[in-house]
Nanobody
Framework: QVQLVDSGGGLVQAGGSLRLSCAAS????????MGWFRQNLGKEREFVAA????????YYADSVKGRFTISRDNAKNTVYLQMNSLKPEDTAVYYC???????????????WGQGTQVTVSS
């Protein structure tokens, strides 16, 4: 079992930055691919980014490529999402998740954080 706690969301103006964190506890953190997803009310949860267990391989949605950076610190059991040049369309609840292998769809992830709200004002 893996427990995930998301944090770092908030209100920011367009063009600003936020860093999300996800602290993990439970089974071996470095054995999991870690991902970030986001969801707005009435819409499907969408893939944002993922990072391999070692941290060497990263994956991004086209909509965030070049603006967001995912990273992890296995010594701290934490994964981060640095979000720069934020746009109003980035507004959503952001969730971290853990999976045994890399994936871009929610069913591939076994464990989820509770979510943290990111709001970008224009």
């Amino acid at each position: 079992q893996v427990q995930l706690v998301d944090s770092g969301g908030g209100l920011v103006q367009a063009g600003g930055s936020l860093r999300l964190s996800c602290a993990a506890s439970g089974r071996t953190f470095s054995s999991y691919v870690m991902g970030w997803f986001r969801q707005n009310l009435g819409k499907e949860r969408e893939f944002v980014a993922a990072v391999s267990g070692s941290g060497r391989i990263t994956y991004y949605a086209d909509s965030v490529k070049g603006r967001f950076t995912i990273s992890r610190d296995n010594a701290k059991n934490t994964v981060y999402l640095q979000m720069n040049s934020l746009k109003p369309e980035d507004t959503a609840v952001y969730y971290c998740a853990a999976a045994p292998v890399a994936g871009r769809v929610p069913p591939e992830y076994d464990y989820w954080g509770q979510g943290t709200q990111v709001t970008v004002s224009s």
